[in-house]
Nanobody, 124 residues
Framework: QVQLVESGGGLVQAGGSLRLSCAAS????????MGWFRQAPGKEREFVAA????????LYADSVKGRFTISRDMAKNTMYLQMNSLKPEDTAVYYC?????????????????WGQGTQVTVSS
């Protein structure tokens, strides 16, 4: 059974940094794309970043481009999201997701597995 466990969330001041991790287990993830999404209170879940299975291709939402960096360590079955220059509007629950396909995509409906989420709060 596939399990995704996020960690690294917390409270940080505006301008600060956090690094989220997503540890995947339950199968071999070769050929799987991975992504990060977030959901703020009262808002719909939105795409943040995605990475192709090989790590050779990445995709970012315009709102985080230049501030966030997605990466993955295939040997550890772990994905990361380095978040710099955080803003109060980045406050949300962040979810990692995995899809069975060699693509990086912002479409949440294509993802097969989801984590439980980790809270990120950015104070002004």
């Amino acid at each position: 059974q596939v399990q995704l466990v996020e960690s690294g969330g917390g409270l940080v001041q505006a301008g600060g940094s956090l690094r989220l991790s997503c540890a995947a287990s339950g199968r071999t993830f070769t050929g799987y794309g991975m992504g990060w999404f977030r959901q703020a209170p009262g808002k719909e879940r939105e795409f943040v970043a995605a990475v192709r299975w090989s790590g050779s291709s990445t995709l970012y939402a315009d709102s985080v481009k230049g501030r966030f960096t997605i990466s993955r360590d295939m040997a550890k079955n772990t994905m990361y999201l380095q978040m710099n220059s955080l803003k109060p509007e980045d406050t949300a629950v962040y979810y990692c997701a995995v899809l069975n396909g060699r693509i990086a995509t912002s479409n949440p409906h294509l993802y097969d597995y989801w984590g439980q989420g980790t809270q990120v709060t950015v104070s002004s």
